[in-house]
């Protein structure tokens, strides 16, 4: 069976779908059609922000919101000039999908549900007639007198313009590298750090809130909030040093070690504030009184780390014990033994190399009127609404490009 558009998308994504809404509104004239290789669409949008859409991401500065960005900040500088976070609440809010920011600046539904995200895509979709094609895995596409044609298990398709907006997907890439396209293998970028130590065992939920943390023999370096897990570490801090370190840390087969500054000071200082607590809290036990507003149960383990018992005071702590307490405050060593996704999203550095794609309307140097949104290329994002917010402003881009 042969079909004919105008537009084909391929990936039933929130790329995809946003690049189809946004073509037709721009141009009703227009055929499209959206293929997607499973039996459901949105899935990825549905278990997002622990199923509640991160929509995007409450930064709207173009330059600052670049450097949220490991992969393909320079190359997006241009697009978030023309669709940015702020458009991204304006297209929302012209569809009764008001949002929400966070005290951390994240961006979601009020409704708190993905559901309501995924309920718009839909309905746009139905009320602008684009076709919905499931479980159309794409196996072929090529371009032949202008116009190209696209191959799945049952289906053939034609179309005068073609948008890849698959996501990770090993098939399109391996199609891609069939039009000469350069694909650079990909890593996971989002994961967490499997570690088994005895500091961090049976103290899952443990949260610290400001952690410097440093990958030994790098200079890979992040701030923020960590959060102690069953299997390992989590939380902003780490999120970021497996966006930023993607490469390195595959390259390590994600073996290496981490050092943790717990408390924010500098081992002077924070000798100094020991000596401090040795003085004034002479008579009381180190175990029991937590300092630095560390959480109870990281210091007890911090504290027996140091070989400091419970019944120890203050005033008892002897210079090679206090040297202990210092280095386990503010440069603790782990060591880091494999990675774990991080919840059920799952993001990728790699993809279609930047340099062969013009970033004024997302379209291949090599082919004429083949064009790219989202992760298919090879930008990604730390966690926070970041990655959405590339499919909007990439998928606009296509949008705008493809109908005017």
């Known amino acids: 069976m042969e079909s004919n558009y105008d537009v084909i998308i391929i990936g039933g994504g929130a790329g995809g779908f946003f690049t189809a809404i946004n073509t037709v509104t721009f141009n009703p004239k227009l055929k499209v059609a959206i293929l997607e290789r499973s039996k459901e669409v949105l899935q990825k949008v549905k278990i997002s922000g622990g199923r509640r859409c991160n929509v995007t991401h409450a930064c709207f500065d173009p330059k600052e919101l670049t450097q949220y960005y490991p992969r393909g900040a320079k190359e997006l500088l241009g697009p978030f000039h023309q669709f940015n976070c702020g458009d991204t609440f304006e297209w929302f809010d012209q569809r009764n999908i008001p949002l929400k920011i966070e005290d951390d600046g994240r961006v979601f539904p ?47 398709f034609t179309c005068k313009k ?57 200079k890979l370096v992040s701030n923020g909030p960590l959060l102690i897990t069953h299997w390992g570490l989590s939380a ?54 937590n300092q630095f507003e560390l959480p109870k149960r990281l210091w007890y383990k911090l504290v027996t780390a140091s070989s400091i018992t419970e019944a120890t005071r203050w005033a008892d702590l002897n210079k090679k014990q206090l040297e202990a307490l210092t280095q386990q405050l503010t440069s603790a060593i782990f060591n880091v033994d494999g990675k774990s996704t991080f919840k059920e999203e799952f993001v990728t550095a790699g993809g279609v190399a930047l340099k062969e794609i013009d970033f004024k309307k997302m379209e291949s140097k090599l082919h004429e009127n083949l064009y790219f949104a989202g992760e298919v290329l090879n930008i990604d994002a730390v966690t926070g609404g970041f990655n959405f917010q590339n499919a909007w402003t990439t998928g606009y881009l296509v949008a705008k490009a493809i109908a005017y």
């Open 110 to 156: 009020e409704s708190n549900t993905s559901q309501t995200i995924v309920d718009c895509f839909l309905s746009e979709v139905q009320k602008l007639k684009i076709d919905v094609l499931k479980s159309q895995g794409v196996t072929d596409f090529y371009s032949e007198n202008n116009i190209w044609n696209i191959q799945t298990k049952t289906h053939q």
């Open 162 to 218: 073609i948008v890849i907006a698959s996501g990770s997907s090993n098939q399109i890439w391996k199609l891609l590298r069939n039009l000469q396209h350069t694909i650079i293998s990909p890593t996971p970028s989002l994961f967490t750090f499997n570690i088994k130590d005895e500091r961090l065992k049976d103290i899952p939920g443990v949260v610290i809130q400001n952690t410097e943390i440093e990958v030994v023999n790098t």
């Open 236 to 289: 902003p801090s780490i999120l970021k040093l497996s966006a930023w370190g993607s490469k390195i840390l595959a390259e390590c087969n994600y073996q290496f070690n981490i050092k943790i500054n717990f408390i924010g000071y500098s081992d002077e200082n924070c000798r100094e504030q020991l000596n401090v607590f040795k003085k004034e809290l002479a008579k009381k036990s180190v175990y029991k009184y």
